[in-house]
């Protein structure tokens, strides 16, 4: 009769030293292998994403303020302008806190108190840029001025955290954001209102989307 060994394998005669040299089966390592590289692509901030989202609410929402400050006898944004551009900016600010939560998430080297900190940091920073416009305001400021020093310390405010959030999660996706923002506020505030609004849209957008294609390029090449 032939025996049994303890895991159900039948036993022989040969020595169980044997059996544990067989060579392990192919499908269940190409299965380990398909494992990690999921694991992989979940751990990834998707440059592809960023850079998408952002130059769409950049495109849209600077083309609706520049469109309706074309009409505005004081050459700013008006209501809906604002309306479409806050409404676009919170959508992809809400994507990209998400993605970079899930990407992130038991990365080594970070813990739930940086990440609250870093969220935290959001409020502090709108909270001051606030301040300063409302500061501007009572100092009798034109609109037009008051433009300018909203929209540029609010993309600063934006750019300084992105870029701080690629140094932290070693992410150069997101620190070339947080670059492209600040240089692009940069240059539309050396432009008069409302075409500062336009070089927002076509350079701040445009320049974002076509990241988003060369990244989605690079992705398909590698």
Do not use: K
Request: glycine share 14%; charged share 10%; with cysteine.
């Amino acid at each position: 009769m032939d025996r049994t060994d303890p895991r159900g394998v039948p036993d022989d005669g040969a020595p169980l030293a044997d059996l544990d040299d067989a060579p392990p089966d192919p499908r269940a390592g190409l299965a380990i292998v398909a494992a990690q590289q999921r694991r992989v692509r979940d751990s990834d901030v998707d440059d592809r994403l960023l850079f998408g989202v952002w130059g769409v609410a950049w495109l849209v929402g600077y083309a609706a303020q520049w469109w309706t400050a074309t009409a505005s006898p004081t050459r700013t944004a008006t209501g809906q302008g604002g309306l479409v551009f806050a409404a676009v900016a919170v959508a992809a600010l809400v994507v990209t806190l998400v993605h970079i939560a899930r990407a992130t998430h038991g990365v080594a080297g970070t813990s739930r108190q940086v990440g609250m900190m870093y969220g935290w940091a959001w409020s502090i920073g709108f909270f001051g840029q606030g301040l300063i416009v409302a500061g501007v305001v009572g100092a009798g400021a034109s609109p037009e001025i008051i433009a300018i020093v909203a929209n540029g310390a609010a993309c600063l405010v934006v750019g300084l955290l992105y870029m701080a959030g690629g140094a932290l999660w070693q992410q150069l996706s997101l620190f070339l954001i947080g670059a492209w923002m600040i240089a692009t506020a940069a240059a539309a505030s050396l432009v008069a209102m409302p075409d500062g609004y336009l070089v927002m849209s076509l350079a701040g957008g445009g320049g974002m989307l076509v990241a988003c294609l060369l990244a989605a390029l690079h992705r398909r090449r590698v």
